[in-house]
């Protein structure tokens, strides 16, 4: 009786130590665990702005509806949805993609408590020209946010708004949602205003910490740090580690791939990107997803199993996100199909392959 009652202690002790363990674990942490779980079921799938609009309908009116084109297309939600802060420096209502950030926060909380991964992106104004983040007519923005003083308060009032928001992104007990944080993402082009032709390394480097630096002070704990530059189709060690902020301030590894030009051209340079990028991140313990990724209005009715599906299915990716479904009086852009979209049945055969994760496969 004494030694069952001594296992037993002893079995009490080890749960009890499991579960202080988990809960000194920080948000970031926990999802870090998470992904690297899932990632030995496939890949998930992400969609951003997934719950706002879609190709022919718009979320603000109306609300609550808990409308999605994938969900209409495949009868599930995406594993992952992407938000955008972009405004919130301003101190704006709405972003620029004119979705209110009350929206978002609801839109983004009830996503987690799903049992969904969240991924945040930010598409600041340029602080000095007052432009929009596609601003690159001054080359001076990133150095003057690291020593022009007056620019430098400006933006600290950024950071701060940006600050105060993610605090808010809490469940109604007060956990902070975990989230993939990705900020100064496709460095390597120079359509932003912190792009390489914009900033020296060094310069970019700066920007990266200063952010990072600033958000972690305010107990940020719930940030998985991703650096996401551009399709590029021929990094080496010497070219990419110059903007790598480094391995104790980046978590996931991502890359923005978009088909503009032949398929030929796409499927060359994102294998032999993904080639890099995974021996990279193996070497570093990272991981790896591609963070934004798509075919503008998706043209080819198999572009998703015979195009993209091949090249994601050689690599060990935790994600990939197509970007969100625009259908507006100033334009068309879509990334994913709704059930009347030529790809839709791609899409589906897509969503049915045993290694491709949607909400469900990630919550059994």
């Not at 088909?259 to 890099?276: H, I, M, P, R």
Request: glycine share 8%; hydrophobic share 35%.
């Amino acid at each position: 009786m004494k030694k069952l009652t001594y296992l037993f202690l002893i079995a009490m002790t080890a749960i009890a130590c499991t579960n202080v363990n988990e809960a000194s674990k920080t948000g970031a942490q926990q999802l870090l665990e998470r992904m690297q779980v899932l990632q030995q079921k496939g890949y998930m799938y992400g969609h951003q702005d997934d719950p706002f609009y879609g190709l022919t309908w718009d979320g603000d009116t109306m609300p609550g509806t808990d409308r999605s084109d994938v969900l209409a297309t495949v009868g599930d939600y995406p594993a992952i949805m992407g938000f955008d802060l972009g405004g919130i420096e301003m101190g704006d209502a709405k972003n620029l993609d004119s979705v209110s950030f009350d929206r978002i926060r609801t839109e983004l909380i009830k996503h987690h408590l799903r049992g969904g991964i969240v991924t945040i992106s930010w598409h600041p104004r340029n602080p000095v020209t007052g432009g929009n983040a596609w601003d690159v007519s001054d080359t001076t923005v990133v150095d003057q946010i690291l020593h022009n003083d007056s620019v430098k308060q400006k933006f600290d009032i950024w950071m701060t708004r940006v600050s105060d928001f993610l605090k808010t992104l809490k469940t109604e007990d007060g956990t902070p949602v975990p989230i993939i944080f990705r900020p100064w993402h496709e460095n390597n082009g120079s359509w932003f205003w912190w792009g390489q032709k914009l900033c020296t390394d060094e310069q970019y480097l700066g920007l990266w910490n200063t952010l990072q630096d600033r958000l972690k002070a305010e107990q940020l704990d719930n940030l998985l740090w991703s650096y996401s530059p551009n399709l590029d189709g021929g990094w080496d060690e010497e070219r990419f580690t110059k903007r790598y902020p480094g391995n104790d301030r980046v978590e996931l590894i991502g890359e923005d791939a978009y088909q503009w030009g032949t398929e030929e051209e796409f499927v060359g340079a994102f294998d032999k990107d993904l080639t890099f990028l995974c021996d990279f991140a193996k070497r570093n313990g990272k991981l790896v997803a591609v963070t934004e990724c798509g075919y503008k209005n998706i043209p080819d009715s198999t572009w998703w199993t015979r195009v993209l599906k091949p090249q994601l299915d050689k690599y060990p990716i935790s994600y990939f996100l197509t970007w969100r479904n625009y259908n507006g009086t100033d334009k068309v852009e879509y990334f994913a199909p709704d059930p009347d979209q030529v790809s839709a049945a791609d899409f589906k055969r897509l969503y049915e392959a045993a290694n491709t994760l949607f909400l469900k496969d990630i919550n059994q």
